[in-house]
Every structure is written in structure tokens, then in C-alpha cells.
């Protein structure tokens, strides 16, 4: 945080002045061991996704939206890395438009794609509307919820700009958010913006939703253990598919509450840079924003387990199938070596 005149300015990823400079060495490391195994591990979901037929259903193509939001939110974390690292703005000046502005959108669109996960669920379990949604539609969705999200946060865009600084006797760039002057505040109209759209709105949605999801299955519960004693075949297969239902919607709410937890620092922090910023406090170092933001880069790392435990029975049967085709792989190498063994004993 540095205050010149009447005027402050947050370093967001870029730090001077540090104790031990290995910190940033150390913070860089993490960032990018953690965008590696997102890449890894989304690109490995959507393979399933796209190479699996029954695998290509209405909420996997919506699990399939999170994934592409996560790749690209930890598409950022070499950036974020490298500043920490040369301390200074290096990027350009488009760069230090786009990278917050990215990471802002990329987040905003996950927790409303999971809304509409919600909704989806809500349609098909209390309302019974099994092709309620067709894949165009689903396209169509995400493509909404993209540019709704990339519209909202725009002003990141606009009003994040470079800025020469004086560090000791060198100068020093940085990549800081700077509203504009005049009356409006307009640093907390975004943040009463980012409250209301990117948390109450959403989660309102989803915990109605999941609510009453779960009321239907409660009802259910128990008109189906009072008639336990006279199941019928149509009975115990529905009785089936309720609990494979149940288990997907545990799993997605883990989904959302996983999402908050890692999330939920990020905004905190960002709370208390509105509040540092606008009274000139320049009492908020950098790396608790940075770390904040490392914890938030985890949640990419964590969600491809999750979507594979939403396509449990896919996953294991591509795993098995890749282990049979090494197997026969192997086999066939063996023999081949066997066959070749048996050419050299008999050669004259």
C-alpha cells in the first residue's frame, strides 16, 4: 500500500520493501505447482465428458462450464506468480486491465453456473421435467451467464491501470485499481454489487433449490419405509434411482460449500481493501491478499474429484479401460519378445 497526497494506492500483486524476499520465491512455487495439477485435472474431466456418450448429460455439460471457468481462472496464477516474483509490472499495460478482470469473471460465472445447476436439479427431481433442458439450451445458458458476468465487472476492466511509483530512490510500476473522482463512491457501489450479484443473489438460488430437493426427499423417505413391506419391482427401481439422485445433490452442495470456503477469504480481504483504501489506513500488506488468492487457486485443484464423483461410474470405467489396454499392451510386448527370443535360439 503506498499513499501518495490525497491519494492511495494498493500494490494488489506486486510487493517492495520485504523482509525475507524468498517469500516470493516460495508463493510463485505453490501458484504454479497448483495451476498444473487444475490444467491437468480439468482437461482430464472434460476428456471424459467428451469421449464418454453416457456421460453426456444435461448437468455434466453444465459440470463441463465450471471446468472451462477453472482452467482459465488458474490460466492467471503464472501471471499473478511472476509479479510476485520481479515485484514491478512487467506485463504491459493490457494485461494489467484484463488479469483481475478475468479472475473476477471466471469466478462469478462458476457460482452462477452452479445456480443453474440448481435449477436443473430442482426441475428434474420436485418437478418431474427429465428433458427439461436440451443441449442447444445448455450452450445457450453458459453463453449468457459469460457475458452477463463479463458485463457486470467491466469496470475492472476500465479502471485498473499502471501507475510510476517511487520505492526508496528507484521507481518502481504497479498495476492498481484507480475509480474515478467525483461524488460517487463508486469503490462501494462495486462492492455492494459484488456482494449482491456474485454471493446473496446466487446462493440465495441454490439454497432454495437444494432445499427443496431435500424436502422432496424427506416425504419421499418416509412414504417409501411405510410401504417398505410391499415393494414392488418399479418401486425398488425407483427407490434406486432416488438414492443415486441423493448422492449426486450431496455432491453438489459440496460442490458450492467447497466454493465458498476457498472463496470467502478472497471477498473478505477485498472488504477490508475497500475499507483500508477509502480511509488511507495503509495498513494491508500485499502477500495477505496474495495468499488469500492462493487458498481461492486451490479450489480448481479440489473440483476435479468432485466432478468425478458426480461421474463416479464413468471415471471407473475409463480407468479400467485404460488398464486393460496397458495390460494387453504389456502382453503383447511380452510376446513379441518371446517370438523374437525364439528366432535368435533357432537361427543358424
Given amino acids: 500500500m503506498f499513499g501518495l497526497g490525497n491519494v492511495t494506492y494498493f500494490t494488489y500483486f506486486?510487493?517492495?520493501?520485504?523482509?525475507?524476499?524468498?517469500?516470493?520465491?516460495?508463493?510463485?512455487?505453490?501458484?504454479?505447482?497448483?495451476?498444473v495439477m487444475s490444467v491437468i485435472g480439468n482437461f482430464f474431466i472434460l476428456?471424459?465428458?467428451?469421449?464418454?456418450?453416457?456421460?453426456?448429460?444435461?448437468?455434466?455439460?453444465?459440470?463441463?462450464?465450471l471446468a472451462i471457468g477453472d482452467i482459465l481462472f488458474a490460466t492467471a496464477a503464472?501471471?499473478?506468480?511472476?509479479?510476485?516474483?520481479?515485484?514491478?509490472?512487467?506485463?504491459?499495460?493490457?494485461?494489467?486491465?484484463?488479469?483481475?478482470?478475468?479472475?473476477?469473471?471466471?469466478?462469478?460465472a462458476m457460482i452462477w453456473t452452479m445456480a443453474v445447476i440448481s435449477v436443473d436439479r430442482y426441475l428434474c427431481i420436485n418437478k418431474g421435467m427429465v428433458n427439461r433442458i436440451r443441449t442447444g439450451h445448455v450452450v445457450l445458458i453458459c453463453l449468457c451467464i459469460w457475458i452477463v458476468s463479463a458485463c457486470c465487472f467491466l469496470p475492472l476492466a476500465l479502471f485498473f491501470h499502471l501507475k510510476d511509483i517511487e520505492v526508496g530512490e528507484e521507481m518502481a510500476t504497479i498495476c492498481s485499481l484507480l475509480w474515478p473522482r467525483g461524488r460517487i463512491h463508486y469503490s462501494a457501489f462495486f462492492m455492494?454489487?459484488?456482494?449482491?450479484?456474485?454471493?446473496?443473489?446466487?446462493?440465495?438460488?441454490?439454497?432454495?433449490?437444494?432445499?427443496?430437493?431435500?424436502?422432496k426427499f424427506w416425504s419421499s423417505k418416509k412414504a417409501v419405509g411405510a410401504l417398505c413391506h410391499i415393494q414392488t419391482r418399479s418401486q425398488r427401481v425407483a427407490i434406486a434411482r432416488r438414492n443415486k439422485d441423493i448422492k449426486m445433490v450431496k455432491t453438489l452442495i459440496l460442490l458450492v460449500l467447497v466454493f465458498v470456503i476457498m472463496w470467502l477469504p478472497l471477498f473478505v480481504v477485498l472488504g477490508m481493501l475497500h475499507h483500508d483504501v477509502s480511509y488511507r489506513n495503509n495498513s494491508l500488506p500485499s502477500y495477505v491478499l496474495t495468499w488469500t488468492l492462493i487458498i481461492a487457486y486451490i479450489n480448481p485443484?479440489?473440483?476435479?474429484?468432485?466432478?468425478?464423483?458426480?461421474?463416479?461410474?464413468?471415471?471407473?470405467?475409463?480407468?479400467?479401460?485404460c488398464s486393460q489396454y496397458q495390460n494387453s499392451s504389456e502382453d503383447l510386448l511380452a510376446s513379441n519378445t518371446n517370438?523374437?527370443?525364439r528366432n535368435d535360439i533357432t537361427r543358424p
Avoid at 510487493?15 to 510463485?28: Q, T, V
Fill in 14 to 35: 506486486s510487493e517492495f520493501n520485504r523482509p525475507w524476499k524468498g517469500a516470493a520465491y516460495i508463493e510463485a512455487t505453490i501458484m504454479t505447482t497448483l495451476f
Fill in 339 to 341: 517370438l523374437n527370443d
Fill in 301 to 321: 485443484c479440489v473440483n476435479p474429484f468432485l466432478y468425478g464423483f458426480i461421474n463416479l461410474e464413468t471415471c471407473q470405467n475409463v480407468l479400467f479401460c
Fill in 47 to 65: 476428456g471424459i465428458m467428451f469421449k464418454t456418450r453416457s456421460s453426456r448429460t444435461i448437468t455434466n455439460y453444465f459440470v463441463c462450464n
Fill in 78 to 108: 503464472p501471471f499473478v506468480a511472476y509479479v510476485r516474483i520481479t515485484g514491478t509490472w512487467r506485463l504491459g499495460d493490457g494485461m494489467c486491465h484484463l488479469l483481475t478482470y478475468g479472475m473476477f469473471v471466471c469466478a462469478i
Fill in 192 to 215: 455492494a454489487m459484488l456482494v449482491l450479484f456474485a454471493f446473496f443473489m446466487p446462493m440465495t438460488v441454490i439454497t432454495f433449490n437444494y432445499y427443496q430437493i431435500f424436502r
